[in-house]
């Protein structure tokens, strides 16, 4: 079947086989090898992609089901600079052997989107569906934290530049 | 790498739609809504449909709403929908409790109520909920519609009323006034299915149990209920003794199987627990809302 599918804001598509996987389409049929493929049983989430705006695991995912949909990979993070949740990891020193990170940004820009201020129990419940095997949690909810607040000051200093300026 | 059997994909756009396809491809179609039960069992060649029939776009299935007495929730709705939805948790506090512990937020993002009710998993949980609740759910074919108690849904594991070519296109519960509920899951590790769950509602008129729905899920429970510990309950006092006994008959009537999860007299120790501390936590819910009317 032919497959049209958004992603990061380009269309893409292609002729795929209906079985599969949008994990699958992204890495292999794109090229796009951001997006990690781990326990194949929607446990760890390091596959975690959005659709249509939501976190969902692309390995549980069919590329036919975002046909005439959107989807936002791990690539899609980055502007001009780097998306605060890319930098938080950085500083915090939120990953290891990195492979559950794409997983892990994509699921924290979906909570910061939605809660700007999130505190440590509400971090810890969202990353509930992403399993890191180094179990390196604390620093992944400390990069998330550094985040939001990075997100908090750029915010008040944007406002403040924009009252400056009128 | 897992990649399921090869198989037709088709798109509906409405129920009708959908009933269309499931008639043109027969017995070997299968609906597919969140898909995070079927493609894992497709992948593992425990499922091999040939056509799957994706029903993610009928949005004319996603919602919840009041409809007369009863709460209607569309086959279609999302678990997390469920977990934040204020009218649902206005009366029943159960649906969020149980959702709060269904898999993760991002299983929670695609997984749906039809879809969890008709995979019939024996370890599901809101098969545990809406049985407690004496729901009962809206089936539809091309020859019309017609109503199964949730009690009489399930008919072996993995096999539910629905048959070919129907879908489950709603789930009703009674709303009922002066109640409480609740929820009591314990799993091996965050997100896990239950090693035990008992889910309960408990209506007080004045010092007695007037009505109560227990719903326990994991453990072979007949109907995923025990309609003899609700038995004992209703016109007794809302006491510890009632509660205690009532416990007792669920954990000695259900049928554990020993497993990776635990041995049998252990999974029937966390029956009686669970449904005690279900039962308890209804009760006090129940007390606060008869006096003012609904539940806290």
């Known amino acids: 079947m032919r497959v049209t599918i958004e992603v990061n804001g380009r269309e893409t598509s292609a002729d795929i086989e209906d079985r599969l996987l949008l994990v699958h389409y992204l890495r292999n049929t794109l090229g796009m090898t951001g997006t990690h493929w781990g326990c194949d049983t929607s446990n760890c989430g390091a596959c975690t992609v959005w659709l249509d705006g939501l976190p969902v695991k692309s390995c549980t995912t069919l590329a036919a089901m975002a046909d005439g949909r959107s989807v936002r990979s791990v690539e899609g993070l980055e502007g001009d600079t780097l998306d605060p949740v890319q930098q938080g990891f950085i500083e915090e020193h939120g990953l290891q052997c990195g492979f559950c990170t794409p997983g892990m940004m994509m699921v924290a820009r979906a909570l910061l989107d939605r809660d700007p201020d999130p505190d440590e129990a509400t971090i810890r419940e969202a990353i509930s569906g992403n399993l890191c095997r180094c179990t390196g949690y604390e620093n992944i909810v400390r990069a998330i934290r550094w985040a939001a607040r990075k997100q908090a000051e750029t915010g008040r200093s944007d406002r403040e530049a924009e009252e400056a300026v009128l | 790498m897992q990649v399921p059997a090869p198989f037709t994909y088709e798109r509906a756009g409405s129920v009708d739609e959908a009933l269309s396809l499931l008639g043109r491809y027969g017995p070997e179609a299968r609906l597919v809504a969140g898909g995070h039960s079927l493609l894992p069992m497709m992948k593992l060649r425990l499922a091999r449909p040939e056509a799957l029939v994706d029903i993610n776009g009928l949005a004319e299935l996603d919602y919840i709403r009041v409809d007369g007495d009863h709460l209607a929730i569309g086959a279609m709705t999302r678990h997390a929908a469920v977990l934040e939805s204020p009218l649902l948790s206005e009366h029943y506090r159960i649906f969020a409790e149980a959702e709060r512990v269904i898999a993760d937020p991002l299983v929670r993002n695609r997984g749906t109520v039809g879809g969890s009710l008709c995979q019939a998993d024996p370890s599901e949980d809101l098969s545990a909920v809406f049985a407690a609740l004496r729901g009962e759910v809206v089936i539809r074919s091309t020859g019309g519609v017609r109503r199964v108690p949730m009690r009489e849904f399930h008919v072996g594991p993995y096999e539910t009323a ?117 039962l308890r936590r209804s009760i006090a819910v129940a007390r606060v809302g008869s006096s003012r009317g609904v539940e806290d």
């Open chain 2, 162 to 278: 629905v048959g070919d070519g129907e879908i489950l296109v709603e789930v009703r519960v009674p709303i009922r006034t002066s109640v409480g509920s609740a929820y009591e899951k314990v799993e091996r590790r965050a997100g896990d299915w239950s090693i035990a769950a008992a889910g309960a509602f408990v209506v007080l008129d004045g010092d007695r149990i007037s009505d109560v729905g227990l719903g326990i899920t994991a453990v072979g429970a007949e109907h995923f209920t025990c309609a003899e510990a609700e038995a004992a309950l209703v016109g007794a006092q809302p006491d510890d003794e009632a509660v205690e006994a009532a416990a007792a008959i669920c954990a000695s009537s259900c049928n554990p199987t020993v497993d990776q999860r635990g041995p049998e007299d252990y999974k029937r120790h966390l029956v009686s627990v669970l449904v005690a501390r279900a």
